[in-house]
Nanobody
Framework: QVQLVESGGGLVQPGGSLRLSCTASGNIFRAGTMGWYRQTPGKERELVAQIKPGGTSTYADSVKGRFTISRDNGKNTGYLQMNSLRPEDTAVYYC?????????WGKGTLVTVSS
């Protein structure tokens, strides 16, 4: 069983930056595709960014050019650097690891963008 723990959420003003971290238990993180999703009340969870084991990454159109996903397999940790934050980025952000046809999820971290 893989456990994922997110950190780094909080309150930030529009235009500001935050970096989210996701640390996985065990030593199989490097084999999985890691992603960041977000969800607001009443809406479905949406994919924000994803990075494959080899480093190939994809982004939702709404965050391209502002967010950067990365991973450090030696630390079993993934990151989401969020710049130029907007109020519409406010959501609970969840870390996901796809490993051997199984999805693992963190409990989420709240990001609030407000003045």
């Amino acid at each position: 069983q893989v456990q994922l723990v997110e950190s780094g959420g909080g309150l930030v003003q529009p235009g500001g930056s935050l970096r989210l971290s996701c640390t996985a238990s065990g030593n199989i993180f490097r084999a999985g595709t890691m992603g960041w999703y977000r969800q607001t009340p009443g809406k479905e969870r949406e994919l924000v960014a994803q990075i494959k084991p080899g480093g190939t990454s994809t982004y939702a159109d709404s965050v391209k050019g502002r967010f950067t996903i990365s991973r450090d397999n030696g630390k079993n940790t993934g990151y989401l650097q969020m710049n130029s934050l907007r109020p519409e980025d406010t959501a609970v952000y969840y870390c996901n690891l796809k490993l051997f046809s199984t999805d693992y999820w963190g409990k989420g971290t709240l990001v609030t963008v407000s003045s």
